[in-house]
């Protein structure tokens, strides 16, 4: 059964931009066009769509999964692409988590401060000494 652009792109929650992306990136191709000059999708299009949702639900980049569909469309088995693939955003879910728990700890810091030490001329116009980046020493003047 071919789908309209409009109708796969409501069955998966996208855009019918969304979908004119994915086929500029290669990663999606129409099999053919209504008499009228609309794209139509046949079932391959579909199950494809379905294992791009699913990649990035696991947080593959759009990248990494034509480098995906690139190695099977080729006849390799995707199974070390995959691997790698994954490996890479594990590590950069990682970095980006150390970065957030450093975040959580300067912002603690910060609060705890502020609630020990308020200053009670502080009237919201002129800048927050608890907030300065440019003057460290703002904190042990308040």
Known sequence: MPYTIGELARAFGLSPDALRYYERLGLLAPSGRSPGGFRLYGEEAFRRLRFIKEAQ????KLEDIAWILCA???????????????AKRLAEVRRRLRELQDLEAALA???AYAEAH?????????????????????????
């Open 57 to 60: 639900a696991a947080g593959l």
């Open 72 to 86: 099977v469309e080729e006849g390799h088995p995707p199974c070390r692409h995959v691997r790698e693939a994954l």
């Open 109 to 111: 810091e910060r609060l």
């Open 118 to 142: 308020p200053d009670p001329a502080c009237d919201g116009k002129d800048r927050c000494v608890y907030l300065d980046p440019l003057d460290p020493g703002a904190r042990s003047r308040v």
